[in-house]
């Protein structure tokens, strides 16, 4: 059994930098490979630092959204403020969310958990709402004891 709540949020706004995923959606290891691939990227050339400098907390957004049928896969922080290149502002409605809060090793295995749990058993345990789409984040609040913590926030509708 899954351990999750449901929350109510207000709309909120993620300045986003990020990559199509190419491999098929129900491929979780090339997804998981080509995430990887990004994240060390955006490690590497700096974009990463870019962004949590002008972020207003230091909450670190791991985003995938579906736009224009393609898969796409973000590292975001809420800011008002703009990053030279390409990014795009991700909005995440106001309403309810389903919430699970989770701890990594690193970053990514925090992630690749949280979405896991969420998605393979949270969503499936929780008879009373539905994700019908829209951006969904797993978010990486800080380190405690040497490991990441952090939340998936994925918007939901009552059934």
Do not use: C
């Not at 979780?28 to 870019?50: C, H, P, S």
């Not at 230091?58 to 990053?83: C, D, P, R, W």
């Not at 992630?111 to 969420?118: D, E």
């Amino acid at each position: 059994m899954a351990n999750y709540t449901l929350e109510e949020k207000d709309s909120f706004t993620v300045l986003g930098i990020g990559t199509e995923l190419k491999s098929d959606y129900t491929d979780y290891a090339g997804i998981n490979k080509e995430k990887a691939a990004f994240w060390e990227a955006v490690k590497q050339d700096g974009r990463l630092d870019a962004l949590k400098a002008i972020a207003e907390n230091q909450y670190i957004f791991v985003v995938n959204e579906a736009v224009n049928n393609k898969l796409m896969h973000y590292a975001g922080v809420m800011t008002k403020a703009s990053v030279p290149g390409e990014s795009r502002l991700i909005q995440f409605p106001k309403g309810e969310y389903l919430v699970v809060k989770g701890e990594g090793e690193t970053a990514e295995e925090l992630s690749n958990t949280l979405t896991g749990i969420a998605f393979g058993q949270a969503l499936p345990e929780a008879k009373e709402v539905a994700y019908v789409g829209g951006p969904n984040a797993a978010v990486e609040m800080g380190e405690r004891d040497g490991a990441a913590f952090g939340e998936m926030w994925i918007p939901v509708v009552r059934k």
